[in-house]
């Protein structure tokens, strides 16, 4: 089981991006997703957070820029980014639970994709 991030790049401040993660391998399942991000000299911090009943949380420096989203058909959380600031910058990581199909239910870590906004 891998999740594997895409979507990140170089954007301009007030800009756009849409990062998606995707379970590959034998899934049955996600659960419960999150959004990590790390920015330079920083720790890492939770984005945003989806439950299986599409409950969503968001940090307070994203309320009203960042929307996730999931689709359980493809096993995809999706980050939609607007009006990204440079303060966004960072490594994103897509995190949460997948149900395989043996079955057991495990943590699992994206290996991230880098945001970069540029003032």
């Known amino acids: 089981v891998q999740l594997q991030a895409s979507g990140g790049g170089l954007v301009q401040a007030g800009g756009s991006l849409r990062l998606s993660c995707v379970a590959t391998g034998s899934i049955f399942s996600i659960n419960d997703m999150n959004w990590y991000r790390q920015a330079p000299g920083k720790q890492r911090e939770l984005v945003a957070g989806?439950?299986?009943?599409?409950?969503?949380t968001y940090a307070d420096s994203v309320k009203g820029r960042f929307t996730i989203s999931r689709d359980d058909a493809k096993i995809t959380v999706y980050l939609q980014m607007n009006s990204l600031k440079p303060e966004d910058t960072g490594v994103y990581y897509c995190n949460g639970d997948v149900t395989s199909t043996i079955p057991t239910v495990a943590n699992y870590w994206g290996q991230g994709t880098q945001v970069t906004v540029s003032s």
């Open positions: 989806i439950t299986t009943s599409f409950s969503t």
